[in-house]
């Protein structure tokens, strides 16, 4: 006789389903099937590289030196940072889930106990927060396993454990905050403040790098060198376990596990309440009252313009997302700065490939314009403009919004650094270069394949010419380095890609001169 | 209106064909009269949506050419938008505006003067019932009210040729009733209309002509009259009709 299975494992799965689901979308985003199996196939061999990477040197294993109390205390407050870190970017995603609509309807209609939903939830969430932080940080982990032995592998564990944490804390985060402001805020105060505290984390971990910031540690680690604390006390668990303890990995497994099931007994039936209100809260914001005698009809492109910006303005989640992506430049942008004007030497290759996430990511407000802004591109297809004209105010007002984000941490940078300030006006004009690379090469052609599986040809195509003209840039960066020559490059890549964009003739002037 | 133009076919399609993964429109020949209301009907995957979309300049045809009061569409694309409206199945319009800032951007982009705008904009928001939701953001809005909006954005720059893809979609009856006598009232005032729908109902009363199509070809084409007495045996509903002539068409296949 078949058994029905228990229900918790049952919302486990579906809860991994669409998780896998989820991430094989983003993986093959409707590519046809040999691509994505390609991309897989690359996936696939980076994890085996660094597994046999990690095999290999599986006989240098030794173990190093007993950790010193503050060397101890240096581990925590990084693990402590990434716990932070990892906490203000699962909130975003656990807000962008609360108010999905549809599915808590779904689930809570269901006769199961709200606390299974609840647990599954977070089990789910819990372990999904891992791998992209274990995939990213896998170099760095790996280089220490290869240079101080195997029992660095335990950085894998916490990491996982962390980054566990970290989900948890963020529903937490987001119950306080739906409970103090209520459904209709939550979303859009929730991820305001994720946005401006990934910003200010970003920027306080850059502090290192000023003179007064490295003072700033010295004292702090002679301080702690005087102080000789207990190097087995219990704030240093997590420290320990990053640096091979197990049994401190259990302690941190179980606070885990302890946070899962205190947070279930307690708050299952507020989580059912915040799910089923924020899916469908569509708040009704009322903007100031006009009467239909007092239409603000404008000229053509200021109609366009005030769209833009308009619903630029009005999206919250975009403005969180250009946040954070404008955030990340700026340690690219402080390193690249101190390669560029000091005596510290910047490899090319690092160099261009800083430069092609630099550009990739101050990119993305274009792309948030047309992708995610856009509710009706069927309209602009049908306005009698033409279409240049349209996606000429979208590069604008993204142009202008990503100069109005990297502008204001970067005058504070450069009142703290004039230096590190220059480098950040070149980065802007990077940025505003790049979005005209984006423009031309994708976003035009993609507008009307939105949705639509021709579209990844113009994406592929964009990136790729990205990539191409930040590593050509890069080189001619590094070539030119400590030279205020340095700027050519770069004022030569804002003209041909942002003055010569709007028309299609231009727009092959450029394709042909980037192919040439 | 210009008396040359009034000459010429609202609408001329000659040898359109469009295929996707198959053939979705083959060889489609019509013409729509300038003040007609004209149904075109079909069952799902018939070819309705894309022919339209191809009437309004989304979608490139593969052959064949499209004329919109004489003005070639794939000349002179701008000047065929210029005269017409698209209002597809789905309401298409910005979240984060209101309706107001909506009507304003329509009216901005097909350059009707601010005055004209704004009084137009009046009448169609107190004949759609739209006044008390005119400043709130569209995003909270249920499709019936989305469609409202997105209807009364293709009629504020009074276009000549509206192109509408299940326009009663999500509307409930009584304002369903208001929608066919505010496009009954744009036809008296001459303009012409294109919708496609699955309310045969609406096609037997409203349309001057009916065409309709299968597999992607006009199997169809007259008065609700004319259809009747050559497939209905002269009596029956359009929905009669309809069935009989596509199981027919199924049968023949």
């Known amino acids: 006789m078949n058994l029905p299975r228990p229900r918790l494992f049952l919302l486990l799965d579906h809860e991994f389903r669409l998780w896998r689901r989820r991430f094989s979308s983003v993986a093959d985003g409707n590519r046809p099937w040999y691509q994505s199996r390609f991309l897989m196939f690359l996936g696939v061999v980076y994890v085996a590289a660094q597994a046999g990477d990690f095999l290999l040197m599986w006989s240098t294993h030794a173990t190093g030196p007993e950790p010193t109390f503050p060397q101890l205390v240096g581990v925590d407050l990084l693990i402590a940072a990434f716990l932070v870190f990892v906490t203000i970017t699962e909130l975003s995603f656990v807000i962008a889930r609360a108010y999905t609509r549809g599915e808590a309807d779904l689930l809570y209609a269901a006769p199961i106990p709200p606390h299974l939903i609840f647990a599954s939830r977070l089990i789910r969430g819990a372990l999904g927060a891992a791998p992209t932080w274990l995939l990213l940080l896998s170099p760095v982990v790996n280089g220490y396993i290869v240079f101080d032995g195997i029992r660095y592998v335990s950085i894998y564990v916490t990491i996982f454990l962390v980054s566990g944490l970290a989900h948890i804390i963020a529903n937490l985060l987001l119950l306080g905050m739906y409970r103090v402001l209520g459904p209709r805020h939550t979303k859009s105060i929730g991820n305001f403040m994720a946005g401006v505290a990934l910003l200010s984390f970003i920027f306080a971990s850059q502090f290192a790098r000023f003179p007064w910031g490295l003072r700033f540690v010295e004292r702090l680690d002679n301080a702690l060198t005087a102080f000789a604390g207990n190097v087995q006390g219990w704030p240093l668990a997590p420290a320990r376990a990053l640096l091979g303890s197990f049994p401190d990995m259990i302690i941190l497994a179980t606070l885990g596990m302890a946070l899962v099931g205190i947070a279930v007994l307690l708050f299952s039936n507020a989580y059912e309440r915040m799910m089923l209100d924020c899916g469908q809260a569509h708040g009704e914001h009322v903007q100031p009252g006009r009467t239909s005698r007092q239409l603000p009809v404008l000229g053509l492109r200021l109609t366009l313009l005030r769209k833009e910006f308009a619903a630029m303005r009005r999206n919250p989640t975009l403005w969180v997302q250009l946040l954070s992506s404008t955030a990340y430049v700026i340690p690219a942008g402080m390193s690249l700065g101190r390669s560029m004007f000091s005596g510290d030497y910047l490899d090319p290759a690092i160099m261009a490939g800083m430069l092609a996430f630099m550009s990739v990511t101050t990119s993305s407000p274009v792309m948030q314009l047309v992708f995610l802004n856009e509710n009706a591109p069927e309209l602009m297809a049908t306005a009698p403009i033409p279409r240049s004209f349209d996606l000429g105010c979208k590069w604008q007002i993204s142009a202008l919004f990503t100069l109005g984000f990297l502008c204001a941490p970067l005058a504070l940078v450069a009142w703290l650094s004039p230096l590190a300030g220059l480098a950040g006006l070149l980065f802007c004009i990077v940025g505003i270069a790049c979005h005209a690379i984006v423009y031309i090469s994708f976003v035009d052609q993609a507008v009307p394949y939105r949705n639509s599986k021709k579209m990844h040809l113009p994406l592929g195509a964009g990136l790729l010419t990205i990539l191409l003209a930040v590593t050509l840039g890069g080189l001619a960066f590094t070539t030119l380095r400590h030279s205020w020559f340095a700027l050519v490059p770069l004022l030569v890549l804002l003209v041909m890609f942002g003055a010569l964009v709007p028309t299609p003739a231009r727009r092959r002037l450029v394709m042909g001169v980037l192919s040439a | ?253």
């Open chain 2, 1 to 253: 209106m210009d008396a040359s133009l009034s000459q010429v076919d609202a609408l001329a399609i000659s040898g359109l064909r469009k295929a996707f993964d198959k053939p979705v429109v083959k060889d489609l020949t019509l013409q729509v009269r300038p003040g007609e209301l004209y149904a075109l009907l079909g069952s799902n995957g018939a070819g309705k949506t894309t022919t339209l979309r191809m009437v309004a300049g989304l979608i490139a045809p593969d052959a064949g050419s499209v004329h919109i009061f004489g003005i070639d569409c794939a000349q002179d694309p701008l000047a065929a938008r210029a005269v017409t409206a698209w209002v597809p199945d789905e309401p298409m319009i910005y979240d984060k505006l209101t309706p107001l800032e909506y009507m304003a951007l329509i009216a901005g982009l097909w350059s009707v003067k601010p005055a004209l705008a704004a009084q137009r904009t009046d009448e169609l928001f107190t004949t759609l019932g739209l006044n008390e939701v005119a400043n709130q953001r569209c995003e909270a809005f249920s499709r019936g009210m989305k469609q409202k909006v997105a209807l009364a954005g293709a009629l504020v720059h009074e276009p000549r040729l509206l192109l509408l893809d299940e326009p009663l979609t999500g509307l409930d009856a009584a304002m369903a009733r208001i929608v066919k006598d505010l496009l009954d009232a744009r036809v008296r005032g001459g303009a012409t209309i294109i919708l496609t729908t699955h309310i045969l109902e609406v096609a037997e009363r409203m349309a001057s002509r009916i065409g309709i199509l299968h597999h992607g070809e006009l199997v169809a084409e007259g008065t609700f009259s004319q259809l009747q007495a050559r497939f209905g045996g002269g009596k029956g509903s359009l929905e009669d009709v309809f069935v009989d002539l596509v199981t027919d068409t199924r049968s023949a296949a």
